[in-house]
């Protein structure tokens, strides 16, 4: 049974129903926070665009600080003019967050006995290899699958990228400020991402999540 390295296995409801002679192997679980520190997934959310109704949902993922701006600031444009600059009080250090996720990825280097954490430290300054906070690109499935699979046994070809992104999803922009931040040369406002079939760059996006939510 393949169970990746999340603290959910340990409350999983049906875990009681695993046989005994089962044999679970943990994988690990490919995610980076600091690009994306206002990410709901790794801070407050944003209740109201949670339960927004709309079918399909324009947005898979949820800003805390554009939710808490909301409240502060009722002009959609001031908000954006805010969110833009982020002279913010009380605003998350995404640099300090970046310190938690270099020991925390270096740590699953060593449990798991893989490269795979140095390798998204060396690399995800000058290479898109997350499209969001918990959402790895072909390079980095491909890393996984060549440390999975020898584990269970399976010897022979890769899936070719194109197979590995034949789910693709809508990517989150990184904030340009956080991008200079943090010393990521690929991403500035001048960043196309894509979204429901198109692309879209930072102010498009950032512009069009205040419009939907309100």
């Given amino acids: 049974m393949l169970v990746q390295d999340i603290s959910n296995f340990d409350g999983y409801p049906l875990r009681a129903f ?36 709309a079918e399909p949902p324009v947005f898979t993922h949820f ?15 001031a908000r954006y003019q805010a969110y833009r600059s982020l002279a913010v ?22 449990r798991f006995d893989c490269t795979i954490g140095q390798f998204i430290l060396d690399n995800f300054r000058t290479a898109r290899l997350l499209c969001a906070t918990g959402q790895p690109t072909p390079v980095l499935y491909r890393l996984l699958l060549q440390w999975l699979l020898p584990r269970l046994g399976i010897a022979g070809d890769y899936p070719d990228d194109g197979f590995l992104d034949a789910a693709a999803t809508d990517e989150v922009p990184v ?26 760059r930072w102010e498009g996006y950032v512009r069009r999540y205040i419009e939907h939510f309100g």
Avoid at 18 to 38: D, H, N, Y
Avoid at 63 to 77: K, N, Q, S
Wanted: charged share 30%; hydrophobic share 35%; with cysteine.
């Fill in 18 to 53: 695993i046989p005994e002679r089962a044999e679970i192997v943990a994988f690990p679980c490919l995610r980076l926070a600091s690009p994306w520190p206002f990410d709901s997934q790794n801070g407050p959310g944003d209740a109201q665009a949670r339960d927004c109704d």
């Fill in 63 to 77: 800003d805390g600080l554009l939710a808490r701006l909301r409240r502060e600031v009722p002009d959609a444009e």
């Fill in 89 to 110: 009080d009380g605003l998350v250090n995404f640099r300090r967050m970046h310190q938690f996720e270099e020991r925390r990825l270096r740590g699953l280097d060593s």
């Fill in 175 to 200: 904030h340009p400020a956080v991008a200079r931040g943090l010393g990521m040369s690929w991403a500035d406002e001048e960043t196309a991402y894509r979204f429901h079939g198109g692309q879209i």
